[in-house]
């Protein structure tokens, strides 16, 4: 009787005959990246303007629109006024994996932008009466046009649930992307997609493919690979526990 090819290859591989193959690594077998170390800024490229690091950030007891920092290392947050430098990484990134904690005032406007150029809005959206946008927290970013002034030209993708904290409040972000695909020649054969975004535990986004780029950048050329950003130019944010590990 002839015995089925599975069969006989289990029988080898008990016997230490047949090398079993390495399985791909998956995602949870790698290490994360923090990119908040004690009391410099060494995974970001510089300039990093008014960025400073702090042991915790508040609300601004004489101004609830601004943050102050308490004493201490492990968060970071963008300047007095909350209007400077970007923070970009120096690695670039494909597909990934990103977890981190932010902190806004009241009325406040930040976001993260995988590869420079895919944005998760982060914003005071806290008590919002109307449905979620995507230019509310946890959405992912109209397209927009900077002329005659700046406009959003689409409505970008809204979250599935307003799951924003209270301003002053630590929010956690989590999310996993996956990068556009190019052929050989360069040719874009898939696009972008966000395979889930979770804010404050509540899923935002499942699988979401991103035709384009976000915001103003939706003109700009796809590559596989890019920087990670956070948006430090349009309010106050703190960060803290950012990590990342390659998919």
Do not use: C
Request: aromatic share 8%; charged share 20%.
């Amino acid at each position: 009787m002839r015995m089925r090819t599975s069969t006989i290859l289990k029988g080898l591989l008990l016997l230490g005959v047949v090398a079993a193959a390495p399985l791909p690594a998956l995602a949870s077998d790698r290490e994360w990246t923090e990119l908040i170390d004690e009391g410099n800024f060494s995974a970001w490229k510089g300039p990093t303007g008014q960025w400073f690091v702090a042991g915790n950030a508040i609300i601004d007891p004489d101004n609830i629109k601004r943050l102050k920092g308490e004493a201490g290392t492990g968060v970071i947050i963008n300047g007095p006024t909350g209007r400077t430098n970007n923070l970009v990484t120096k690695a670039e990134y494909g597909d990934v994996e990103v977890h981190l904690e932010f902190l806004v005032p009241k009325g406040s406007n930040s976001g993260i932008k995988l590869q420079g150029v895919y944005e998760i809005q982060i914003f005071d959206s806290w008590g919002a009466k109307t449905p979620p946008k995507g230019s509310d927290s946890g959405g992912i970013y109209p397209r927009a046009e900077l002329k005659p002034k700046y406009h959003h030209i689409d409505n970008g993708y809204a979250p599935l649930t307003n799951a924003s904290l209270p301003p002053g409040e630590w929010q956690t972000l989590d999310l996993i992307f996956q990068a556009p695909r190019f052929d050989a020649e360069g040719k874009k054969v898939a696009n972008a997609r966000f395979v889930k975004v979770t804010l404050n535990g509540k899923v935002a986004h499942d699988n979401v493919e991103v035709p384009t780029p976000t915001g103003n950048n939706w003109t700009r050329k796809e590559t596989p690979k890019g920087p990670i950003l956070l948006q430090a130019d349009h309010g106050p944010v703190a960060f803290r526990n950012i990590r990342v590990r390659a998919r």
